[in-house]
């Protein structure tokens, strides 16, 4: 059911892209690293299930979303207003604080880590680099269309692809199949976090929703097939990177497998130092248009209306913090993916939708639901992130 009429296809092909762009970030980089004990079968599993968990909690968060802009009869609805109408102010106060805290830290990681490709690249001082980066990607997300993002994005993605494809031929000539065949399915959990953080893109779905005019068919599409996409790149680029590790015990004594690319073939550094720009990019574009849109609906902005304060409150912060610590990079990946990702994007909208689904208080129009199960599917997103997390903060305390 939609708010009003159906947008044209473009529009469509925009907001996949604009998943897709958002999905492909900086996780990217650190998947095989975190991939690589339990080899790339067990792995390659546990990916799927992560995506396929993440296009769950996303579909849920569209739901909420959609069924709120009903509601209110507005769209431009964030996680504030979804939260406030489904969990009360406990829900929001909470809500409100882990988005911004994870936003703000990816920020941060992207800002310092583009910024580093920029100096290397360019030859100039890193906070020359950083507001420059800042101010491009930033004045793409203020000043353009949502027709001009979509065509942005496409063109990173595009930019992506070709990058990504000019690695995997470079890196595969030298390809132990050997390496592929270690499975150590003990070792996925530890690899859940930065995988599932890797699959980020449900901060967008509030602009997806608001984009699409509510059409819960649109969303699905371009959530899915907005995923998909990076998963079939996550697949083949672990292949790639952890089949270049040439012996178990090669692989035992690397702590990065890309290192050892980056060291043992000149070609490849370039490569990959653009694939990485790209794909930060592109999700550096979704992350600034989901914070500001959160910022705004947070600030009691009129909608519709594009107001500097909330892109400067999204961009000044990131560009400060990054400059004070330029190693911030993995620091902020790591405490976001384990502790943020599985809260924010996974407990949080199954609490939400189970609220609007099951809530005697709920009074708005209810529209078919996006994700099938009832409250058994709810339960294992609960229940599984809630899982994940303990073994994670268990694991961090007897490494104290």
Known sequence: MSLS???????????????AGTTIGAGILAIPAVT??????????ACILCWIFMVT??????????????ELGSGGVSLVSMAKRTLGVAGVQFSCWSYIFIHYALLIAYVARSSDI??????????????????VFGGICYFGSQRFIGAVNGVLLFGIIISFTSLVVVASGDLHLDALLKVNFAAVP???????????YQ???????????????????????????????????????????????????????????????????????????????TSYIGFVL???????????LPAGENKPLPYILTLIPPLVLALLDPEIFFKALDFAGTYGVLVLFGIIPAAMAWSDRYSSSSTSIKLPRLVPGGKVTL???????????????????MHL
Do not use: H, Y
């Open 379 to 397: 339960s294992l997103v609960m229940g599984a992130s809630g899982c994940i997390i303990l073994s994670e903060i268990l694991d961090n305390l």
């Open 290 to 300: 989901g914070l500001s849109d959160f910022l705004a609906d947070l600030l009691k």
């Open 36 to 45: 690589q004990e339990s080899g790339f079968l067990a792995s390659s599993v």
């Open 190 to 200: 530890m690899s859940i976090p930065i995988i599932a953080l890797s699959f980020v």
């Open 57 to 70: 909690t996303g579909l849920l968060i569209a739901e909420v979303n959609v069924n709120t802009m009903c």
């Open 118 to 135: 920029l100096t290397n690249f360019l030859g100039i001082p890193l906070w020359e680099s950083a507001t420059l980066f800042s101010l």
């Open 203 to 281: 901060n967008v779905v509030p602009v997806l929703c608001t984009n699409l005019e509510g059409n819960l068919s649109r969303v699905r599409t371009a959530i899915v097939l907005g995923t998909a996409i990076p998963l079939g790149l996550f697949l083949v680029w672990d292949v790639v990177i952890l089949g270049s590790v040439s012996t178990p015990e090669m692989a035992d004594k690397i702590a990065d497998p890309l290192q050892q690319l980056l060291s043992t073939n000149g070609v490849v550094g370039p490569i990959i130092q653009a694939f990485s720009f790209l794909a930060i990019g």
């Open 5 to 19: 009429l159906p947008l044209p296809s473009r529009s469509l092909s925009s907001s996949i892209f604009l998943v």
